[in-house]
């Protein structure tokens, strides 16, 4: 884009100075409490980052991001906190760049997780669920969500997360709620959604099937029950081992093994099934294991997932002799209504007594446990509605599965770490129908209804009249809801205003300019909960979808997303997982109240890369919000300077995303064009990282910059030249004009790690209606680019050796006692270029480490009051007793430890497979740095030969 020109350059930069001087004062002390609130509230009342739909989408670069909906009842973690601190760099740093940044928040109903709170809070007042209609409750539920539900965006919005919240949506919305019924439907209409009694995850205390991936394996001893089974002709018995005795009340078959001679005798013979008296069969199969307790086990169809696929092969019944709470069901039974494992203990006790117990031996059992509640999953067979994922649809095409495989197989979805793509694979090779059915009152309610004349299961938009196979009208609609995943599965397309009308979703502008999005990031624990169903979701339903044009929607462009970065974990500083009962959970609201956002944000991010877990330590917190206040300082000092400045040439950000680049004066001082060439270079390290996910990188690049050179040598130099230079000065004004600038951008560097502090100075500095640019946002600025500033190596250079010189004084100084404001001469030895850069900065050295006059050594120097490097060798005169033996000791450190880089350097130049296959330039980058390494080792060894002898 053409900047403005140089004229309106210098004019708007002399309106931006006078602008500065007359703003109010920022406060001595940096108090992070009394802006984050002022500039979160502004954020969203201003809507700065609420996007229009675009006329054109062809028009936009889009950088879209969904964020993964936390639930209603949620309350904001660590884990949240480190997942919005990185999209929200990502969404700042894109949106600075020019990109149509649209992160889109919403919460998620969490069927099973928000009708157990309002469950318990009924319980306190003496009430349960069943003491109110469905009606009533769901009404409950909505005013429960109505009072409480907005509690985790509430601390978004304290966050000053830079969503859209124009588009903020809840998965039970109406608009939402009908896309989610049309999904529905349309998948029964292709044959890929259908309803049957399969063996399910029960949790009893819930009342409902819960998936596999809510369920943890946890290992627990137990035992191992031998339990006689009396052959029914008298002939003998069969001994059968199981580690829950309980179910044997629905046992309907013993089997073994076809290969089993042990036993090879009794197939096809009945038992007397003990406690009960039923005849079962003995039958052959092959999941019976030989080595596994006898060879002998028992077969309960209804309660074991195993036994029902026994009981599908060999048309066995199954009933079921359990209740919804896990409680005996069987009317006439002496263990009618016992818990499973009281029943277990009777029939244990009653075995015993009848002498059928025939032994019990210690087992360890790996045993399924609800993630949400912590009972004992009980395998249930019941009546469930699955999505079929292996079925291809009845007009034809590729099944869910298939197209969710080969869409990251064939590229169209990269994960990072890629580690992750291995991980998917796993699974989605090895999935199974997903059973979409819970049995809740709170959710989506299934859009089916049962014919009571006929039994047709009749699935509609709308509630039918009558029944489509018999005109009946008695019609129930189904009680269960859908799994929570199932509408969050659809969320890419639906907030986008998907409908499933071909017609009006070709046409939609939302759709046609925001899907895909370009970016997922999440955690790795809802990788198959979420990430893997809008996969296949997306796919499935978008490849159904023509193009804006009409045209066919090819699978790249059916996509959800293009990437998906899965975040690690963050841990306690000591790298433990963080747990209620280990008592080290952190909540990150009280680390804001003490150190600010910025501060909780940038500790985050300082050590967010892919692949490695975050121990948060609160001191790194307490390190950058001391970094938040050297910033705050430096603006002060900026503010308090500005009336001796005056335009001059250098660049300032004049709107949105122009850059405006004038040459430097031809005077312009050395650490000027140093600093310039050092924020072309940064702009550069930030962005290759952030590209990569590298925040951990791209945090340090701002924070070495901004502390490490903008604060503590260019600010240093600029005092020590504003000092120099005399009020009035034009180097003084060229100085502070450079100042300005160099601020003003570096903030823009800062800005999407640190968004509150960074709007309140450029705000404070820099912004004035007229005077700065028609932004209303630091955040609506131009992010600073390698190209925006002239890049100088000369100047790079110089000023690399000039603070190595200087470190190197300073150290030299300290070690020799002089006292800190005495000025002492210096020896140099080095190349003329080096010689002449000290002689012509010689005001620097004088000022930054109170160097007297520099003179030019002929030879080396060595000695105790000299330092070598590979430049240059320099020496501090100045007159004191040395202690020989504490500088014998420091040259034999500094000689073991040059012996050792020598030899690490050796071992791989003499390595002729290491020459071969290193790229040239790090081969000689090896042999140019053992050279001065030899060098520096011969100054060591020569200055430790020049020490006196010891006495």
Known sequence: MAGPSRASVLSTLRSLLSTICMNQELPKAYDPSLIEEKWSKFWVEERI?????????GAIQPFVQLLPPPNVTGRLHMGHMLNQTEMDILTRWHRMNGFTAVWVPGTDHAGIATQMMVERQLAAEGKSRTDFTREAFTDRVWAWKQQYGSAITD?????????????EYFTMDDRLSKAVQEAFVRLWEEGLIYRGAYIVNWDPILGTAVSDLEVESEERAGHLYHIRYPLADGSGSIVVATTRPETMLGDTAVAVNPEDERYRHLVGKAVILPLVGREISILADDWAQPEFGTGAVKVTPAHDPNDFAIGQRHHLPSPSIMDKQARIDLEGSPYHGLDRFEARRRIVADLEAEGLLVDVKDHT?????????????????????????????????DSIAANAIAAVREGHIEFTPEMYSKTYFEWMNNIHDWCISRQLWWGHRIPAWHCAACGEINVAREAPATCAGCGSRELLQETDVLDTWFSSGLLPFTVFNWTGDAAADCNDPDLAAFYPTQLLVTGFDILFFWVARMIMLGCHFMLET????????????????????????????????????????????EIITRYGTDAVRFTLASQASPGTDIAFNEGRTEGYRAFANKIWNAARFLQMNLDRAHPAGYRV?????????????????????????????????????LSAYR??????????????????????????????EGPHNDLTALTLNALVSVFEAALRLLSPFMPFLTEELWHALYSSAGTLSPARSIALTRYPRAEDFTADEVAVQEMRTLQELIVMIRALRKDMAVPEKEPVPIHLHASNTVTLLAQDNAEMLSRMARVSRVEIASTALSGSAARSTPTFDVAVLYERQIDVAAERERLNRELARLNKGLEAAEKQLNNQGFIARAPAHIVEGLRKQHAETLALRQKAEAALAALPPES
């Open 49 to 57: 980052f609420s996007v229009a739909t675009p006329e054109d989408a």
């Open 365 to 397: 059992l790996t045993l399924p446990i609800s993630q949400r509640t912590g009972a004992i999953i009980e395998p249930r067979l019941s009546m469930q509605w699955f999505l079929a994922v292996h079925r291809s649809p009845k007009a034809g095409g």
């Open 695 to 724: 925040f951990d990188e791209a945090s340090s690049a701002v924070y070495q910059f901004f502390w490490g050179e903008f604060c503590d040598w260019y600010l240093e130099l600029v005092k020590l030249r504003l000092n120099f």
């Open 155 to 167: 601390q978004m919005r304290r966050l000053g997360a830079s969503v859209d919240w124009s588009r």
């Open 546 to 589: 023509p193009n804006p044009d009409g045209s066919r929607r090819e699978l790249k462009a059916a996509v959800p997303f293009r990437q998906v970065y899965i975040h690690a974990l963050v841990r306690d500083a000591d790298r433990q997982k963080m747990s209620k009962t280990k008592g080290n959970v952190i909540d990150p609201i």
């Open 653 to 689: 950000s004049l709107s949105g995303h122009d850059s405006v680049s004038l040459e430097l004066p031809q005077n312009t001082p050395l650490e000027t064009r140093w600093i310039f060439s050092r924020l072309s270079a940064v702009a550069e390290e930030v962005a290759r990282a």
